[in-house]
C-alpha cells in the first residue's frame, strides 16, 4: 500500500463543510459535546437523556454524561428531568457577530433599503440543511408575522423551500447538489414546497442562469420571497440578500420588478466592500 493512500486513510472527511483533519487529531470528546448541543433546535428546546441519545446516537449512560458536563460548565439547565439551553450559549454567536466582517458591513445598507421600501431584508448563509440569518434590517413599524419562528439573527430555515436558501444551493457544483440531496431530503412543509429531485435540480439550474430566486409559500403559507446572490472579491458566492412578504401585502410582479433591482445593486455595492 502507498503511503499517499496510508495518509488518506488516517484522515477524517466532514461532508457538509468539505474540511480534513488527522485522526490523531480529532477529539471525540468535543465532538460528542457538539452534538449534543446541536441536538436542540427550534423544534425541540427540551430534552432528556434518553431523546438526546437517539439524536446523537449515543448511548444512554454517554448522553448523560455529556448533559451533565454541558450543565456544569453553564451551557444548560435541568429541572430535573429535561435538560434546556441557557443564555451563555448566545456568547458564541455574539462573538461571531461581532467579528465577522459581512454582518457589519450589510447592516447599513439592509437598513436603507428597509427605509425606501418598509419591507424586511436579510442576509443569509447556507449550513447544511438550512439557511441562517446573519444579518437582518432593523423595521420599528414592521409588525407582519412572516414565518413561524419570526426573523431574528440565527434564525434557522429549510434550505430548499426559501429563496435564499435555493440561490445558495444553485451555485455549488452539481455533484454537491447531488450529494446534498442524498443527505437531506426534501421535506414536504406546504403544498407547493418542491419534493421531487429531478424537478428539484432542474429549478436550481434555472435559478443559476437567471441570477435571482423567488418563492412563495414553500415554506409558509401566505410568504413569499425573492432572493440575490452575494459575491465576495474573489467572485465567490459567500451568502444571499433576501426579502421576505406576506403576499396579501406585495405581488410577485412588485417584488421582481421593483425590488429585484434594489436587491441586485445592494448586491453589488456589498461585493466591492468584501
Known amino acids: 500500500m502507498s503511503k499517499a493512500i496510508q495518509h488518506t486513510e488516517k484522515q477524517l472527511y466532514n461532508k457538509d463543510n468539505k474540511k480534513l483533519i488527522r485522526h490523531e487529531d480529532f477529539v471525540a470528546g468535543i465532538s460528542k459535546g457538539m452534538a449534543i448541543l446541536d441536538s436542540f433546535g427550534t423544534d425541540r428546546h427540551r430534552l432528556n437523556i434518553s431523546m438526546a441519545a437517539e ?3 449515543m448511548t444512554r449512560a454517554a448522553a448523560r454524561r455529556h448533559l451533565l458536563t454541558l ?3 453553564g451551557y444548560l439547565e435541568s429541572d430535573g428531568h429535561y435538560f434546556y439551553l441557557t443564555p451563555k450559549i448566545l456568547k458564541f454567536s455574539g462573538a461571531y457577530l ?6 457589519k458591513v450589510s447592516q447599513s445598507l439592509l437598513n436603507l433599503l428597509t427605509n425606501q421600501t418598509s419591507l424586511i431584508f436579510s442576509v443569509m448563509v447556507l449550513d447544511g ?4 440569518t446573519i444579518a437582518r434590517s432593523a423595521a420599528h ?3 407582519d408575522r412572516v414565518n413561524p419562528y419570526g426573523l431574528h439573527l440565527g434564525n434557522r430555515l429549510p434550505a430548499h423551500a426559501t429563496s435564499a436558501g435555493k440561490i445558495l444551493l444553485a451555485y455549488i457544483d ?3 447538489q447531488y450529494e446534498w440531496l442524498n443527505q437531506y431530503p426534501l421535506q414536504r412543509l406546504t403544498k407547493y414546497t418542491h419534493t421531487n429531485n429531478e424537478f428539484f435540480l432542474e429549478l436550481l439550474h434555472d435559478i443559476r442562469e437567471q441570477g435571482w430566486c423567488y418563492s412563495c409559500e414553500e415554506h409558509e403559507l401566505g410568504v413569499h420571497a425573492l432572493a440575490v ?12 440578500l ?3 412578504s406576506p403576499t396579501i401585502r406585495t405581488t410577485k410582479e412588485y417584488l421582481i420588478q421593483n425590488i429585484l433591482p434594489l436587491l441586485q445593486e445592494t448586491a453589488r455595492e456589498l461585493r466591492n466592500i468584501l
Open 71 to 73: 450543565e456544569y460548565l
Open 242 to 244: 433576501n426579502i421576505v
Open 174 to 176: 452539481d455533484q454537491e
Open 129 to 132: 440543511y438550512e439557511a441562517i
Open 98 to 103: 461581532g467579528g465577522a466582517q459581512l454582518p
Open 141 to 143: 413599524q414592521q409588525t
Open 229 to 240: 446572490p452575494i459575491y465576495d472579491h474573489k467572485s465567490k458566492i459567500i451568502a444571499a
Open 55 to 57: 439524536r446523537t446516537g
